[in-house]
Structure formats: C-alpha cells, structure tokens
C-alpha cells in the first residue's frame, strides 16, 4: 500500500512523472492517443517510401494497441483517397491484406475503421472531390481480396 501511494505521488508531480516514464517507458494503453495517431501516420508514410510490409507489420505489433488498429485502418484507408494515381492505393491494399492474413488487424478493428472512413467521406469529399469513386474501387479490391465482408463493402456510401 505504501509503494502504491508512494507512485501516485511521484505520477501526479510533473517532473517526476515524466522522469519515471523516460526511466521505465510507457506503451500501449499508457500512450495518449495524440502520441498514438502520431506514431501510425508515421509507420504508414514509411512503409510507402519502403514497400517492407513485415516492418510495418512489427512497428504495429510493437505499439501494442490492437484496440486502437481501427486507427491504422482508418489512416491508410484516407491516404490512398487522397493519393494521386494507383501506387499507394496497391501498396495500401498489399498492407491491409498483409495485416489480416497475419490477425495482427482483427475484423472487427477492420469494421471499425472502414465505418470511420464511411462515416466522414462526406467531409472528406470537401477537400478531395474523387473520393466517392476511389473509396467504391477500394473497397470492391478490399472485398474481392477477401479483406473484408459482403455486409461492410455493401455499405459503402456512393454518390
């Protein structure tokens, strides 16, 4: 009971707080989603410029929030909307099936991002006029590479 009062303490002063966590770290649900959001934009941008799925894959895994996959999900799915011409939208397809072949994404993170994506199309059909159309091509890959289900790609939102 003492050590346990005793790491409130330290936790709530500022300073000792962030000391702690530099000395022992803080992963998974310990990361502020801010952190978290950060951290996957960043994997994505660099399996484009690299195409290594397996690093990608292991910088996933080594976040340690499979709760929060949806994220991913969401994030790639959004990139390749607002990409020019076809090659982050294979690259993205190769890492999203890579991921669900593997279970490191589940179906229902899966599920999760692609309702996201669904459900804020319209704002983000404001800045990229295309998307409608790329989102039903997508998803149509998606569903043909077995990413995801009938039910999920029949409720795609079309213009």
Excluded at 21 to 48: A, P, R, T
Aim: glycine letters at 6%; aromatic letters at 6%.
């Amino acid at each position: 009971r003492a050590a346990l009062d005793r790491a409130t303490v330290l936790l709530s002063v500022t300073k000792g707080g962030k000391r702690i966590d530099n000395m022992w770290g803080s992963g998974g649900g310990q990361q502020s989603v801010k952190h978290l959001v950060k951290e996957i934009d960043m994997l994505l941008k660099e399996y484009l410029l690299s195409g290594d799925v397996l690093e990608a894959e292991r910088c996933l895994q080594e976040l340690e929030v499979p709760h929060f996959h949806h994220e991913l999900v969401y994030e790639a799915v959004v990139m390749v909307l607002e990409s020019t011409g076809d090659k982050t939208f294979k690259m993205i397809l190769d890492l999203l099936k890579s991921l669900w072949r593997s279970s490191v994404i589940t179906m229902d993170q899966m599920k999760r991002g692609y309702e996201r994506v669904y459900r804020e199309i319209p704002d983000i059909n404001l800045d990229v006029p295309h998307s409608y159309s790329v989102l039903e091509r997508f998803v149509e890959e998606c569903f043909q590479a077995g990413i995801i289900s009938k039910p999920l790609r029949d409720l795609c939102p079309s213009r």
